[in-house]
Antibody
């Protein structure tokens, strides 16, 4: 079964750093892109960026460029989303997802989501 | 960025009703449009890709149409499990932007 399993919920303070993870299984991790989507409380979906684990080619939405870092470790089939300095406005659910094939395909496989709460 | 709008923002319907949701892009995107369903507390689920192609395993009561800037998602006969929020997404240009969502709830 193709699966993306994300790390657990996080509670952090403003200014702290954070790295959440997304582990792929049931398919060749290095031959599919992995993307990240933000959903702020009660709000819609926002496409953040996408990475190709095979060569770490990464594309960011301008809205998130410089705010987060997307990375991957193909040796353990895991993608990451990282913040160096969290803000309260980063409070959201973050989903990783795999496109049907190419980087500009819609996402047909989704992780369960990671809730990130940033509060002093 | 390409902006996506959806209408209505919410719709109240009964089981068995035909429901149509509209999505519009600020510039032409060909047929590069997808539709997702999201239920509370769950990840989104892909329903339709390339404007009208049904994702594997999705019931045939869901259908999509349109091209260019105007698209529709139709649920031919609403079932209890269809009460959810529906999002469109353009897949023509990065960033791949989503619409704001349409909530389908029980009348």
């Amino acid at each position: 079964e193709v699966q993306l399993v994300q790390s657990g919920a996080e509670v952090k303070k403003p200014g702290e750093s954070l790295k959440i993870s997304c582990k792929g299984s049931g398919y060749s991790f290095t031959t599919y892109w992995i993307g990240w989507v933000r959903q702020m409380p009660g709000k819609g979906l926002e496409w953040m960026g996408i990475i190709y684990p095979g060569d770490s080619d990464t594309k960011y939405s301008p809205s998130f460029q410089g705010q987060v870092t997307i990375s991957a470790d193909k040796s353990i089939s895991t993608a990451y989303l990282q913040w160096n300095s969290l803000r309260a406005s980063d409070t959201a659910i973050y989903y990783c997802a795999r496109p049907r094939s190419a980087d500009d395909d819609p996402f047909d496989i989704w992780g369960q989501g990671t809730m990130v709460t940033v509060s002093s | 960025d390409i902006q996506m709008t959806q209408s209505p923002s919410s719709v109240s319907a009964s089981v068995g009703d035909r429901v149509t949701i509209t999505c519009r892009a600020t510039q032409g995107i060909g047929s590069w449009l997808a539709w997702y369903q999201q239920k509370p507390g769950k990840a989104p689920k892909l329903l339709i890709y390339a404007a009208s192609s049904l994702q594997s395993g999705v019931p045939s009561r869901f259908s999509g149409s349109g091209s260019g800037t105007d698209f529709t998602l139709t649920i031919s006969s609403l079932q209890p499990e269809d009460f959810a929020t529906y999002y469109c997404q353009q897949t023509n240009n990065f960033p791949l932007t989503f619409g704001p969502g349409t909530k389908v709830d029980i009348k």
